[in-house]
């Protein structure tokens, strides 16, 4: 056995004794659930095989998306587990990063207390890869995305926001659209001026009264006001709100008296600091990052965190996990069960300690 | 040994790579019968011709069974993951320009840019219940282009001919395909995305970076080089 096979085992062994229970989900995933949840860059991350019986199967990118839905299927509640395994991710940029990787997690399902449920699945990671002195990064995406549903503008600017909060270069371009700090395109202009037609029949599925929707909400759209200065300034600063917790939210408190809808979100990460000191962790010297964790997968919804090297920038983050309620909300069809949980790369703990 | 010259089998492609040569008094001619994917090298030393399907050049070229190889830039782009690091271009060679383009069905007036194709495919989703399809048989460039333009809900499905078609069968809402001249597009009532040009491909020659020069071609490898360059 490989040393990085005997040391995920022995992680997911270490995590038994922290209170779950061994799940060894199938390496062969339905592709369409996949497909559904991810869009189609799974396929650029993903091996896609097939046969004619089950059609497309993807070989398991990652545990979560088996563990919560074997969870929903038959799971006790509250529940916390852990598995061991291989999962694989095409690497169609660079050639360094491996294909085929073991990864050992740790899932909580447990709606009783959020923020003791964060803190406990954070510090379990923390202590594990404590000796590599790794540099932590947290955030939380339910600020940002509390702050967009308070804003004074229409539902469908929200929506289209909402939409890409996990590509942030298309949300800041539509946050500057809406703001009023870039202009509509020309063609927009003119077709907003009546100025575009055309002679061509219409083809395809999309009929003429999708089309006309589309125009409505454009015309719409133009006479809605801009979104304000005052509340666009307040969102480039959340969104720059970057330093050690206690100083992020003594900053995050002051923003919420000009954005109120981001107060509950913020109570979360007052409470999540309380539980996680309560656990030993000091937060003094925890960063915290509001932007953070934005590219990475998109299910997580709340707390997120990463743990990197910093003597290797090259090498992808140790350990990732955050909260994925809205993941479970999807999965369960409305249905939604409060979870947390993170994944390690025993290859990469390996790698590390040889290098110290 | 010698060095290995791959150059596209048939077609409009051969002819016009054939003629590219000749200017440069390098003579490519096939040999053999009709049918037979055979041929020579006239007018340099110790050069041989590969004849292959323009498709194959890429993976031949990165495998270094070829040295040199004329095929375009979008199927070494396609085919080849970080392609510069396995191929270098020698030289841009003016004939076979063809665009990879994305297009929509010229009756959608609301569609001019990626970003409104990217808010279509939102509530095409809401509509029908599954993300609007996209026909290409360019997966890897189609998929990266979307994913910079920050376009999401949709799906590409495999079309490996007849592409423009795949509209009115509703079978796809777009495409992305190489055109030359936007002919057949609007034939079948399509349109040009406005910023939707995903690549600009021309027959290009090709030097491998992973082909071996046994010391014995190394003089004929730069006198090629130099006739061509």
């Not at chain 1, 993807?58 to 799971?75: K, N």
């Not at chain 1, 995305?145 to 926001?161: I, S």
Request: proline fraction near 4%.
């Amino acid at each position: 056995m490989s040393e990085a096979r005997t040391r995920a085992f022995a992680l997911r062994d270490s995590f038994v004794d922290a209170g779950a229970q061994v799940v060894d989900p199938p390496v062969l995933q339905s592709a369409d659930l996949l497909l559904d949840l991810y869009g189609e860059d799974i396929r650029a991350r993903a091996y896609v095989t097939s046969d004619a019986m089950r059609g497309e199967q993807m070989l398991r990118p990652d545990f979560t998306v088996p563990v919560v839905r074997m969870h929903m299927a038959h799971g006790a509640d509250p529940a916390r587990y852990t598995y061991a395994g291989e999962v694989f991710r095409r690497q169609e940029d660079d050639p360094d990063r491996a294909s085929e990787y073991l990864q050992v997690g740790y899932e909580v399902f447990d709606g009783s207390d959020p923020a003791a449920a964060d803190a406990e699945v954070f510090s379990l990671i923390f202590q594990t890869v404590a000796p590599l002195g790794l540099r932590a990064a947290t955030g939380d995406i339910g600020i940002l995305m509390a702050a967009v549903e308070g804003l004074k503008t229409t539902e469908r600017r929200k929506a289209a926001l909402r939409r890409h909060i996990w590509r942030p270069r298309r949300f800041r371009a539509l946050l500057d659209r809406f703001g009023g700090r870039t202009a509509i395109p020309e063609s927009r202009a003119k077709l907003l001026a009546g100025e575009v037609g055309t002679d061509a029949p219409l083809t395809g599925l999309r009929s003429q009264s999708e089309i006309d929707a589309r125009l409505a909400a454009l015309v719409e759209d133009a006479a809605q006001p801009p979104i304000s200065g005052a509340e666009m300034e307040c969102l480039d600063a959340l969104l720059a709100v970057r330093e050690t917790l206690p100083f992020a939210l003594s900053h995050l408190h002051d923003l919420s008296i000009d954005l109120p809808a981001i107060k509950v979100a913020v109570g979360r990460v007052d409470a999540r600091a309380e539980a996680l000191s309560a656990r030993g962790v000091d937060i003094d010297r925890l960063e915290f990052e509001a932007s953070y964790g934005r590219t990475l997968m998109e299910y997580y919804d709340g707390f997120v965190f990463g743990f990197y090297a910093e003597s290797r920038p090259d090498l992808p983050p140790v350990a990732t996990g955050g909260r994925y309620d809205a993941l479970t909300r999807r999965l369960g069809k409305g249905v939604e069960i409060p979870a947390v949980g993170a994944v390690l790369r025993p290859d990469l703990m390996t790698l590390l300690e040889g290098a110290s | 040994m010698s060095i290995k010259l791959g150059v596209p089998s048939k077609g409009r492609l051969m002819e016009k790579t054939f003629e590219w040569f000749a200017r440069r008094d390098v003579t490519l001619t096939r040999t053999g019968s009709e049918r037979e994917y055979s041929g020579e090298v006239a007018g340099i030393d110790g050069v041989a011709l590969v004849l292959l399907s323009a498709g194959e050049i890429p993976r031949e070229l990165a495998a270094g069974r070829i040295h040199l190889g004329v095929t375009g830039t979008d199927l070494i782009h396609e085919k080849l993951p970080l392609w510069e690091q396995q191929v270098k271009p020698i030289a841009e060679m003016g004939f076979g320009h063809a665009d990879l383009v994305l297009a929509v069905p010229a009756g959608w007036v609301d569609v001019d840019l990626t970003e409104d194709l990217d808010a279509v495919a939102a509530m095409f989703r809401d509509h029908h219940g599954f993300r609007l399809r996209i026909a290409t048989k360019y997966h890897r460039l189609v998929r990266d282009f979307l994913r910079e333009a920050g376009v999401a809900d949709y799906q590409l499905v495999d079309s490996q001919g007849a592409t423009e078609g795949t509209v009115a069968n509703e079978t796809a809402e777009a495409i992305a395909d190489i055109t030359s001249s936007g002919e057949t597009l609007r034939a079948n009532h399509l349109k040009i995305v406005s910023d939707g040009l995903i690549l600009a491909s021309q027959a290009t020659l090709w030097r491998s970076r992973t082909a071996q020069v046994e010391d014995a071609d190394r003089a004929a490898l730069n006198t090629l080089l130099k006739r061509l360059g």
